[in-house]
């Protein structure tokens, strides 16, 4: 977790002078939401994004895609409550190393369960600096689905209307 080798390898030294957008897990490989990073490991991790990224403009999308069941860290209908109180954790952590870094909330606009509504896991907007969803090419019946077609568990359009996504004023 705190190796940050591709912001240190392709981005830092002035590599790279836009803004610095990565995803970062909120727990190791072999954990689960219930074992949510600890602030001893956040605070360090944190440190290093701000000696590697001074400039401070990193967008962290930490948990991204979790509605989905292709990473590890895929999330179940249960684990919201887990999920939320993992990401005020690393929130509070990160913002006191630096309050410049901005995190992201960023599920897929698609969930894999047609059980988890990703509406909740949304932390709250104080704990939230931008949101938006990754959205993907999908075939609809051998077309393009079109961006405002509704879907039945947790897609943009569904979501879109709960005010949860959407870039937040003043960023």
Same mark, same amino acid.
């Given at each position: 977790m705190n190796?940050?080798?591709?912001?240190?390898?392709?981005f830092s030294d002035g590599k790279w002078d836009g803004a610095?957008?990565?995803?970062q897990p909120?727990?190791? @490989?072999?954990?689960?939401v219930n074992g949510c990073?600890?602030?001893?490991?956040i605070s360090p991790?944190?440190?290093?994004?701000?000696d590697a990224w001074p400039?401070?403009?990193?967008?962290?999308?930490?948990?991204?895609e979790f509605n989905g069941d292709w990473y590890t860290w895929k999330q179940a209908p249960g684990d919201a409550a887990a999920f939320k109180s993992c990401w005020i954790r690393w929130h509070d952590t990160v913002k006191a190393?630096?309050?410049?870094?901005?995190?992201?909330?960023?599920?897929?606009?698609?969930?894999?369960? @047609?059980?988890l509504?990703?509406?909740?896991?949304?932390?709250?907007? @104080?704990?939230?600096?931008?949101?938006?969803?990754d959205a993907y090419a999908l075939s609809d019946n051998g077309g393009l689905s079109g961006p405002d077609k509704t879907g039945p568990h947790g897609d943009a359009d569904r979501v879109r209307g709960s005010g949860a996504f959407g870039h937040r004023p003043g960023l």
């Open positions: 190796g940050l080798y591709t912001v240190k390898e392709y610095l957008s990565f995803a909120m727990y190791a @490989q072999n954990e689960n990073a600890t602030t001893s490991e991790w944190a440190g290093l994004l701000k400039r401070a403009d990193a967008f962290i999308r930490l948990g991204w190393v630096s309050p410049d870094f901005k995190l992201v909330w960023n599920p897929n606009n698609q969930s894999s369960s @047609q059980d509504d990703v509406r909740d896991f949304w932390p709250g907007a @104080q704990y939230v600096d931008a949101a938006g969803p």
